[in-house]
């Protein structure tokens, strides 16, 4: 045997080694891809229940937000109507209840001043003990 043939075989029994240590990761790595693939899998069987529950969950958030807005509405014309309502009395009560509470004081204050005027002059305590 020569020497080139010893380096060819020394060459082929160490590719043969390197072929066998990447093909143990490569072995663990396709497990690994099996696993992640059934992983997958059971997510997606997983989530389908999910989804339909969202779904429905949803398309009664929209029916109650369907409500909402009627009654908001509802409360939108009571406040404009109880708004009307307002200007209509203060046009049509609220001068003439201004006048008369401002007549209903001034007669108070005169008849005040009135009892005033004519009550007796009231003696104060120092002309009693003198």
Not at 4 to 20: M, N, Y
Not at 73 to 97: D, H, I, R, Y
Not at 101 to 122: C, D, I, M, W
Request: aromatic content about 2%; proline content about 4%.
């Amino acid at each position: 045997m020569s020497v080139g043939q010893i380096a060819a075989i020394i060459a082929a029994v160490a590719f043969v080694i390197l072929v066998v240590l990447l093909a143990i990761p490569l072995v663990k790595l396709g497990r690994t891809l099996d696993e992640a693939t059934i992983a997958i899998r059971k997510a997606h069987e997983g989530t389908e229940p999910l989804l339909n529950d969202a779904n429905v969950t949803l398309t009664t958030v929209n029916t109650q937000l369907e409500r909402v807005d009627g009654v908001t509405a509802s409360a939108q014309a009571v406040a404009a109507n109880t708004k009307a309502l307002t200007t209509l009395f203060t046009a049509t009560l609220g001068g003439p209840l201004v006048k008369v509470a401002a007549l209903s004081y001034g007669l108070r204050k005169a008849q005040q001043a009135r009892r005033l005027k004519n009550a007796p002059p009231k003696k104060s305590k120092r002309s009693v003990r003198a």
